[in-house]
């Protein structure tokens, strides 16, 4: 999983709600943005949507089943910059909302993914 690190109790706050919940909203909203979907062409979107979910279980401290690649690795290639990054964080902050997340929980999620951003953005 690269840099980031387990926000532990979070997911025995709010279950898989906080892990494919999120996802399910995360990629809903990513799909209807014409910025962002060029990145996403030909990407098996359920894969996906699993994987997210199940790194955001590992991340707010629920079982390890991450299975998917290293989140640094899996975006090498891609040439993201930052408006393409902030966009999929904005959405990001939207699907916590969405999935009835508690900001400051939320926001304990996001400070941890804000460690990957210098590695994901390579545009
Ligand atoms: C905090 C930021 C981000 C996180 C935590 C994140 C997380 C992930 C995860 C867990 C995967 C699954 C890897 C796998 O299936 O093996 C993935 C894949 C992917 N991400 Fe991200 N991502 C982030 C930002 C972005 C951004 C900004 C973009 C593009 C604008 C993006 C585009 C993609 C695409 C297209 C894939 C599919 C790769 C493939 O299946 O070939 N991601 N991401």
């Given at each position: 999983m690269g840099d980031v690190k387990p926000v532990a109790t979070l997911y025995a706050k709010y279950g898989n709600v906080i892990a494919s919940g999120v996802a399910e909203f995360l990629y809903d909203r990513i799909q209807k943005d014409s910025y962002l979907t060029p990145f996403f062409v030909g990407v098996n979107m359920d894969a996906l949507t699993e994987h997210m979910g199940d790194m955001l279980c590992v991340l707010t401290g629920?079982?390890?089943i991450y299975k998917g690649k290293d989140v640094i690795a899996a975006h090498?290639?891609?040439?993201?910059?930052e408006t393409a990054f902030n966009a999929v964080v904005g959405h990001l902050i939207k699907a916590f909302e969405d999935a009835g997340v508690e900001e400051a929980d939320s926001a304990l999620v996001l400070a941890e993914l804000a460690g990957a951003k210098d590695a994901i953005i390579t545009a």
């Amino acid at each position: 999983m690269g840099d980031v690190k387990p926000v532990a109790t979070l997911y025995a706050k709010y279950g898989n709600v906080i892990a494919s919940g999120v996802a399910e909203f995360l990629y809903d909203r990513i799909q209807k943005d014409s910025y962002l979907t060029p990145f996403f062409v030909g990407v098996n979107m359920d894969a996906l949507t699993e994987h997210m979910g199940d790194m955001l279980c590992v991340l707010t401290g629920g079982p390890d089943i991450y299975k998917g690649k290293d989140v640094i690795a899996a975006h090498k290639d891609m040439k993201i910059d930052e408006t393409a990054f902030n966009a999929v964080v904005g959405h990001l902050i939207k699907a916590f909302e969405d999935a009835g997340v508690e900001e400051a929980d939320s926001a304990l999620v996001l400070a941890e993914l804000a460690g990957a951003k210098d590695a994901i953005i390579t545009a």
